[in-house]
Nanobody, 127 residues
Framework: QVQLVESGGGLVQAGGSLRLSCTTSGRTFSSSAMGWFRQAPGKEREFVAAVTAMGWAGDTTYYADSVKDRFTISRDNAKNAVYLQMHSLKPEDTAIYYC?????????????????WGQGTQVTVSS
């Protein structure tokens, strides 16, 4: 069984930065592609960013257009952790952010392609 635990959320002013962390336990972390999703009140959970498994496809990353050039996903396989560095935050970034893992080494952007989920961490950006 894989467990994912997010941390690092909080309240920040527009233009500020936050770094989310997701630590994992259980299944081999390094062979799993990892992703971040978010869900704002009254909206569907949406894709934010993903990274391939360690050493796969050149450690490729992929981002939603809405966060490209502002957010960076990275992983530290020694710590079984994945991070989401967020800069230039906007009020529309306010949401619960979820970490997710999938059996495959390849990136995916659909919720259904991920097998394990954390419980989420709240990010609130004030204007």
């Amino acid at each position: 069984q894989v467990q994912l635990v997010e941390s690092g959320g909080g309240l920040v002013q527009a233009g500020g930065s936050l770094r989310l962390s997701c630590t994992t336990s259980g299944r081999t972390f390094s062979s799993s592609a990892m992703g971040w999703f978010r869900q704002a009140p009254g909206k569907e959970r949406e894709f934010v960013a993903a990274v391939t498994a360690m050493g796969w496809a050149g450690d490729t990353t992929y981002y939603a257009d809405s966060v490209k050039d502002r957010f960076t996903i990275s992983r530290d396989n020694a710590k079984n952790a994945v991070y989401l560095q967020m800069h230039s935050l906007k009020p529309e970034d306010t949401a619960i952010y979820y970490c997710a893992a999938r059996y495959s080494k390849n990136i995916a952007t659909r919720r259904d392609d991920y097998n394990y989920w954390g419980q989420g961490t709240q990010v609130t950006v004030s204007s």
